[in-house]
C-alpha cells in the first residue's frame, strides 16, 4: 500500500460523541498518510479517560451541536495548529487511499467533495476536507458569521468575500472529484469519502456491523442511514439493507419524523 507524506498536513477530528468511532476514523487515515500531526479534540471528560498513542488528544469545551461544530471549526481551530494544511476528518469520513494524494491539493485553501445538487459553488463538503491556516485565519475576519453549516458559509456564503479579500483558492470541481466524494459517483481512485451511505464501498457485512451495532441510536436514525439502506440494496446486499431497515422503522419517533420517500423506501425493504 502506497503511503502518502504528509509533512505540512495536521489530521485532525472534533467528536464529544463518540470517541471511539472518531479514532477510529483517525487510525484508519493514519494507515494511509504519514501526517505532521495528528489531533483529536474531545470535551474534558472523554479527553481524561482516553488515550491514544500517535494521537494527540485536545481537551476542548464541549461540542454538542452542529452549531457548535461550525463555530469551533471556523473561529478555534486555528489556534491548536502548528502545520500549513489541516486534513479534517469525521467518523464516517476518512483517508482510504494514501495512492490518490497528490500536491496539487496543496494548491488550493479548500478541498472537499463535490456537491451534486449545486451548479456552481459546488466544492464543497466538510465532513472531510482539507484547508489551509490562511483559510482558517481568514475566517476569523468578524464579518464572517460562525453560520451553520460551516462548510455552506464558508464555500456559498462567505465564498465571494474570501476570494476577493483573502484570494482564498478553492478546488476545482475536477479536483475536488479526485479529492474525494460524498453523494456524487465514486470513480474508485479517490483520497477520501464522506457520509455514512459510503461506508459498505470499504466494509463487508461482518466488519459494517461491527461499527454501526454500538453507535447511539441518536446517530444513526437519521435519513442519511436510509441512503445507506438504498446503497446496500443497489450493491445486492439484501440482508444488511433489511437489517437496517427494521432498525430504523423500529425507532418510531424517528421514523415518523422521516419524510414520507424515506418511510416508503424503508418500508419497500422485505
Known sequence: ?????????????????????????????????????????????????????????????????????????????????????????????YVTNGAAWTDEFLECDYVGARWFFRETNNVGNGGFSLRSRRLLEALRDPLIDAADPEDVAICVTHRGFLEHAYRIRFATAELADRYAFEGTLRKGNEFGFHRIFNLPFFHGEAELAQLLDGMPEERFATPASVTLVKYLSNLGRQREALRYAQRLRANHAAYSALPQGFRALLDSVH
Open 1 to 93: 500500500m502506497t503511503r502518502a507524506s504528509l509533512p505540512r498536513v495536521t489530521l485532525a477530528c472534533i467528536d464529544c460523541a463518540d470517541p471511539r468511532l472518531a479514532v477510529r476514523a483517525m487510525r484508519i487515515s493514519m494507515s494511509h498518510c504519514d501526517f505532521a500531526a495528528a489531533k483529536f479534540f474531545t470535551d474534558a471528560a472523554h479527553a481524561a479517560s482516553f488515550a491514544e498513542g500517535g494521537i494527540d488528544c485536545v481537551p476542548i469545551a464541549a461540542v454538542k451541536s452542529s452549531a457548535d461544530y461550525s463555530r469551533f471549526v471556523m473561529k478555534d481551530l486555528v489556534g491548536y495548529l502548528d502545520t500549513d494544511f489541516v486534513q479534517l476528518v469525521q467518523w464516517d469520513g
